[in-house]
């Protein structure tokens, strides 16, 4: 069935730690998004891809990086976590196709003592 | 730059309401329109989708119309039940492809 994964649901972690949150996708997609959710606030755009190799940054400047190497792979690094990065962290796709519908996955809950 | 906003913030209503939900945003020059549904904790649910080129879309009991010329959106739920409580989401399309926001609705519908 096609679908979008984010992994880990939920993760505590300490500042300092690198973390890498992973977000695939079977829906053969070019096009992937991460955003943003603070508790009871907005969702913003942090990063994007059109399609293997290419990432660009978003409206909201986030510490974090992207890479796309596979293109059902857009997995999301914080080299130093710190508690500021705690949120929600929401990964979306849409396909080529123009109709651009946007399905997004469950969702990352990270929190940064 | 686009901004998205909803009226109204929350919304209680008892169960067998029709409802009405606004949206609007700043810059007319969007690619499509999409209203999600969000509850406590979880991703997003795409409910419906609006091209640029539409003027409403229907699924089940949701209907969404669009004004792109005025900047309006609405959501009418009709019938509304316990299970519609959440936070419904009206997002727009621009240039990039990628979503523009708005800060929501929370949905409580009373049994």
């Known amino acids: 069935e096609a679908d979008i994964y984010q992994t880990p649901r939920y993760l505590v972690i300490g500042t300092g730690k690198k973390i890498t949150l992973e977000c695939s996708q079977t829906m053969g997609h070019d096009k992937m998004y991460w955003y943003q959710q603070d508790p009871g606030m907005e969702l913003h755009l942090i990063h994007y891809s059109y399609g293997v190799n290419s990432t660009e940054k978003g409206d909201l400047s986030s510490e974090s990086t992207v890479s796309r190497i596979r293109t059902e792979h857009f997995p999301l690094t914080l080299e130093s976590a710190r508690p500021s990065h705690t949120s929600q962290y929401l990964c979306?796709?849409?396909?080529?196709?123009?109709?651009?519908?946007?399905?997004f996955g469950p969702g990352t809950r990270l929190t940064v003592l | 730059k686009q901004e998205v906003t909803q009226i109204p913030a929350a919304l209680s209503v008892p169960e067998g309401e029709n409802l009405v939900l606004n949206c609007s945003f700043t810059?007319?020059?969007?690619?499509?329109l999409q209203w999600f549904r969000q509850d406590p904790g979880k991703g997003l649910t795409s409910l419906l989708l609006i091209q640029s080129s539409q003027r409403e879309q229907t699924s089940g009991r949701l209907n969404a119309s669009l004004d792109k010329s005025s900047g309006r959106s609405t959501l009418y739920i009709a019938a509304s039940q316990p299970g519609d409580s959440a936070t419904y989401l009206c997002a727009v399309t621009t240039g990039r492809r990628a979503l523009t926001f708005g800060s929501g609705t929370r949905l409580q519908v009373q049994p």
């Open positions: 810059d007319s020059a969007i690619y499509n």
């Open positions: 979306a796709s849409s396909g080529s196709s123009g109709a651009d519908e946007q399905f």
